[in-house]
Every structure is written in structure tokens, then in C-alpha cells.
């Protein structure tokens, strides 16, 4: 017989059924709620990271313009270019430091010849002196405290700030260091675009046959408080293509015996004793030699404003006699010129009354060195 009596409801289910949902709707609610008002959290932004890269050709302290490969028939700098802009600047920069790494049996760190380098310059100068082989760089956007513009090589200049350079070679691997930092306390400066922070000059010491890799590391600024600026990284290298041989300039000397008739065409007199004929014959150099004005050549020159030059001998520049009537300290060299410009390799001699011995060496291209004491 079919059971008439009402459904009965199982309130003991529906409690257990409830409880065990609470936890379901407490989650879709977080949910939810962290999805209505997402829009209104305010996201969070990295620092920015400011990278130091190389440039395969600087051409001047202001040049920030990366060239990433070159080609080089000479002497040639690298520079370190610092990409900051005026949106985002890098703050508080008390000093920094990078270093090149390079490969020391194609290279040396070293100037390119000063254009006041000449004799007689107002500068007293030392003739033949190269020019820095770290220039710092000069662009205009350094801002320090006061809102005054400031660039490195002027504070340098100024002496209101110094810096280091160091270099080390082992076997083939070069490195140069550059540290800058400015003097005082409250004289951080705000770097607001692309800055060059310095360029390194680099000579040919061979003609490699690879692509030549120039890297940067130990890339480091900080603040006025000489603590990290953590933000800033060594970035990029460089390349270099190498298509010329350096010049070598080298001579041997022969002691002309008293009363020798090879000064008479020169001083209309017989040879004294302090009379010496220099060979230069063994220079050479990739491309042609010439002794025409104002194109490359190899050329004699003397030290001493007292001493002539010596008179070249057939054939041209590469013979030449020196003829002087007692001992000094006169030091002869053998010029490479290209275009009007004084360059090494030079190969020097100081005479002396009992000499027969010879002096040369290989320098690299559009070198300077001190003063050798010979």
C-alpha cells in the first residue's frame, strides 16, 4: 500500500551539507574581492639598470655614439659609454671605475703623438711627447648638487677631482683600469644622458690576422657616501679589425777614423773623431716609403738645438753622416713622418768618440715614449 505520510525533511544533512560549504564561499569571496579592487594596488617597479658599453672608435671627449666594430690602420681609442638619459638619470655618483681587457701582443695602452709636441713649442713640452692615454670625458650633463653643469674632464681639470690608472699584462691578456672620484663631500653630481665616462688609446704592436675583442668588467660606481650604486653593469665589448703593419725604424752607426774624406762633401773638411755615418736601411714599413714633403717617410732629426741634423746620404732618407768636433750629449733619431705629422718608431744614438756599436729598436705605430737615457 503506498505510504501517504510527508517527505521528511533531514535537518541533521542540511546542517552538515552548510557547514561544509563555509569554506568554499570564504575563498570565492577573497577571491572575489581581490579581483574588484586589484586595480587600485599599485604596481612595483624594478630599478632601472644602467649599462656601461664599449666604443670601438671614440673619436673625441665628447663622443657618445657606440660603434660596436672598427677598422684601424693606427693608433685608436676605446671609450666607455654610459647609457643614462634625462627620463632616467643616475643619481648621487661620487666615483666609478672600469676596466679593458685587451690582447697585450697586439696592442699597447699608450697616445697617440701631441700636435704641440713640436720643437720650440710654448709649452715646453717634450718633444715627441704623446698625449694621455685616458682622456675623460666632456660631455655637458652632469648636474651637481647646486643644479650647475658639470662634465669629468673638467672637474678634473679644475683639480676638483682625480683618478688612477693602472695596467697589468700577463702573457697575452692586457687589462687597464680607470678609477675617477670627485673631491669633497656634497659634491655628487646626477649623470642625466648618454655619457662618455673616458676613452683609452691603444697602438699597433703587430698586425694580428683575427678579429681583435676589447671587454669591459669591474664595472663600479658609488655615491657620496662610498657606498654601491648597485644598479650599473659592465655591458658590451667591442671589435677591432686591425689592416696595417707598424712602422719599424731601425739604424746601425759606424765610428768614421779621423782625417775620413766622407765628411769633405758634407763640411768641406776632413773627418775628426767624433764623425759617424748612420745606416738606416734595415726600416721598413707596409707601405711605401717617400721623403716628399707632407707623405710618409722615415726622416733624421737630433735632439740638441746645438747639433745639426745629420746630412742625408745617398740614397735618401735612408744614409746619413753626422760630422761634430767633440763628444755631447746629442741623441739622433730616425723620424717615421706621415702627413706632416711627427710619429715614432724611432731608433736613437748618442755618439761617442769610441763607438762602433749600433742602436735600434721597434716601436709601435704613432707611438711616444719619455726621454731614453742613452
Not at 561544509?20 to 630599478?47: N, W
Not at 681587457?101 to 704623446?130: E, K, M, R
Not at 683600469?177 to 669633497?184: E, P, R
Not at 746645438?306 to 761634430?324: E, F, G, K
Request: charged letters at 10%; glycine letters at 8%; proline letters at 7%.
Amino acid at each position: 500500500m503506498p505510504c501517504n505520510r510527508p517527505a521528511r525533511f533531514d535537518n541533521h544533512r542540511v546542517n552538515v551539507l552548510s557547514a561544509s560549504k563555509k569554506p568554499l564561499l570564504l575563498a570565492l569571496s577573497l577571491i572575489l574581492l581581490a579581483g574588484l579592487s586589484i586595480g587600485a594596488i599599485r604596481p612595483a617597479h624594478a630599478a632601472p639598470v644602467f649599462v656601461v658599453n664599449l666604443d670601438a672608435n671614440s673619436i673625441s671627449q665628447t663622443d657618445f655614439t657606440i660603434a660596436t666594430t672598427a677598422a684601424q690602420t693606427h693608433g685608436f681609442r676605446v671609450g666607455a659609454v654610459l647609457n643614462t638619459t634625462a627620463a632616467i638619470p643616475l643619481l648621487n655618483v661620487q666615483g666609478w671605475q672600469f676596466t679593458i681587457h685587451y690582447n697585450a701582443t697586439a696592442f699597447a695602452p699608450q697616445g697617440d703623438p701631441s700636435a704641440q709636441a713640436v720643437p720650440g713649442n710654448p709649452g715646453v713640452l717634450y718633444v715627441d711627447g704623446a698625449t694621455n692615454t685616458v682622456l675623460f670625458g666632456a660631455n655637458a650633463n652632469l648636474k651637481n648638487s647646486a643644479g650647475v653643469t658639470e662634465n669629468w674632464n673638467g672637474l678634473l681639470t679644475a683639480g676638483a677631482a682625480f683618478r688612477v690608472v693602472t695596467s697589468s699584462v700577463s702573457g697575452s691578456a692586457g687589462a687597464l683600469t680607470v678609477a675617477y672620484s670627485i673631491l669633497g663631500t656634497g659634491t655628487q653630481v646626477n649623470v642625466t644622458a648618454v655619457n662618455l665616462l673616458g676613452n683609452v688609446a691603444f697602438e699597433l704592436v703587430n698586425k694580428p690576422s683575427t678579429l681583435q675583442s676589447f671587454t669591459i668588467s669591474d664595472v663600479i660606481f658609488v655615491d657620496r657616501t662610498g657606498a654601491l650604486i648597485s644598479n650599473v653593469i659592465a655591458g658590451a665589448g667591442a671589435t677591432e679589425t686591425v689592416s696595417d703593419s707598424p712602422p719599424v725604424a731601425s739604424f746601425t752607426t759606424t765610428h768614421l777614423a779621423s782625417g775620413a774624406p766622407d765628411c769633405t762633401p758634407v763640411t768641406g773638411a776632413a773627418c775628426t773623431a767624433y764623425a759617424f755615418k748612420f745606416d738606416g736601411s734595415a726600416s721598413t714599413d707596409e707601405t711605401p716609403l717617400s721623403t716628399a714633403a707632407g707623405t710618409a717617410g722615415f726622416f733624421w732629426e737630433t735632439s740638441s738645438r746645438t747639433a745639426s741634423t745629420p746630412a742625408p746620404l745617398s740614397p735618401p732618407p735612408l744614409h746619413a753622416l753626422m760630422p761634430i768636433s767633440s763628444p755631447s750629449p746629442v741623441r739622433v733619431r730616425l723620424r717615421f713622418t706621415i702627413m706632416g705629422l711627427r710619429i715614432l718608431p724611432r731608433a736613437s744614438f748618442r755618439p761617442r768618440a769610441s763607438s762602433t756599436s749600433h742602436s735600434g729598436f721597434r716601436m709601435p705605430k704613432l707611438t711616444r715614449v719619455l726621454p731614453e737615457t742613452l
